[in-house]
């Protein structure tokens, strides 16, 4: 049995690699901004609690990470500015508010770092990406510090060089 599992796991793995996609099928969206703005100091893996039409929207790509943000408020975590467009076939019974507060579930243990880092360090707490896994929406958040211009500037700098590094490599 074990050997028939290894054998359909290399297959299943093969086959998504062939696949000529920027981002793997489980990733929903990533905020680039948010590697240009902040040093991600740690990651957290959190559920988020979704409603029916939103889920079908994630499922279509439908959602921005751009300017969202974790807020710590009694003990639980929220996500904050995640725009989440609703299909055109979504009921209109329902209200369907693209940036509503959503719920984040995360450990105790999690959440008392992510307290202790925001309260005593002066961090701040950002959404980094959304990705299903096993069938359930997950969101990547970072414990970050702002980065000032100075810093921005030296991180383009340092990016070119290594491709010019890699270009000299590449032509000897």
């Known amino acids: 049995m ?13 086959r998504s690699m062939n696949k000529s996609k920027k981002t793997s099928p489980a990733t929903i969206t990533i905020n680039k901004k948010a590697k240009h703005d902040y040093f991600i ?20 790509h439908k959602v921005h990470l751009r300017d969202s943000y974790v807020v710590l408020k009694k ?6 500015g995640c725009h989440i467009s609703p299909l055109g076939s979504a ?3 329902t209200n369907l508010d693209p940036t509503r507060t959503r719920k ?5 243990e999690e959440l008392n770092k992510l307290y202790g880092a925001v309260e005593r360090k002066g961090y701040t707490i950002i959404a980094l990406a959304l990705y299903w896994k096993r069938g359930r929406a997950k969101c990547e958040i970072g ?3 702002g980065k000032k211009q100075f810093d921005k500037r030296k991180t383009i700098k340092d990016r070119d060089w290594k491709r010019q590094q890699e270009r000299m490599i590449k032509r000897h």
Request: avoid cysteine; aromatic fraction near 14%.
């Open 2 to 14: 074990p050997l028939i599992y290894f054998i359909l796991r290399m297959y299943y793995s093969t």
């Open 41 to 60: 100091e740690q990651r957290f893996e959190a559920g988020l609690v979704l409603q029916g039409w939103e889920v079908k929207s994630l499922r279509a």
């Open 91 to 93: 009921s209109s019974r």
């Open 104 to 108: 984040l579930l995360l450990n105790q």
């Open 143 to 145: 414990l970050a510090k």
């Open 75 to 80: 003990g639980e975590a929220f996500l904050i």
